[in-house]
């Protein structure tokens, strides 16, 4: 079973930076950022297809937010610059092990989830 730990959540001010980082036990499909503000419905942030590097972004956060990964670390990255209040959030790491039916950022598309991270931004 594949088991993925969130690090690097935080407070930080409104046009600051912050890294989150994620830890997988096994080889992946995609991986993905999904985040769930107070009160609202859980949303895909950014998604990175594990073979090909190829990227897809929620239009909220292109520009500002870039994923990546180290697959000699197992490890995928969320590097949040030029944050804003409403990015404030818990961000979860999520996979999906099949390349079936494809990788659309979409929180019906993982197969396994992290614990998740908060991230707080303030003014």
């Known amino acids: 079973q594949v088991q993925l730990v969130e690090s690097g959540g935080g407070s930080v001010q409104a046009g600051g930076s912050l890294r989150l980082s994620c830890v997988i036990t096994?080889?992946?499909?995609?991986m993905a950022w999904f985040r769930q503000a107070p009160g609202k419905e859980r949303e895909g942030v950014a998604r990175?297809?594990?073979?090909?590097?190829?990227?897809v972004y929620a239009d909220s956060v292109k520009g500002r937010f870039t994923i990546s990964q180290d697959n000699a670390k197992n490890t995928l990255y969320l590097q949040m610059n030029s944050l804003k209040l409403e990015d404030t959030a818990m961000y979860y790491c999520?996979?999906?092990?099949?390349?079936?039916?494809?990788?659309?950022?979409?929180?019906?598309?993982?197969?396994?989830w992290g614990q998740g991270t908060q991230v707080t931004v303030s003014s």
């Open positions: 096994e080889s992946t499909y995609c």
């Open positions: 999520a996979a999906k092990t099949s390349s079936y039916g494809g990788c659309l950022l979409r929180t019906s598309t993982p197969n396994y």
């Open positions: 990175i297809l594990t073979g090909s590097g190829s990227t």
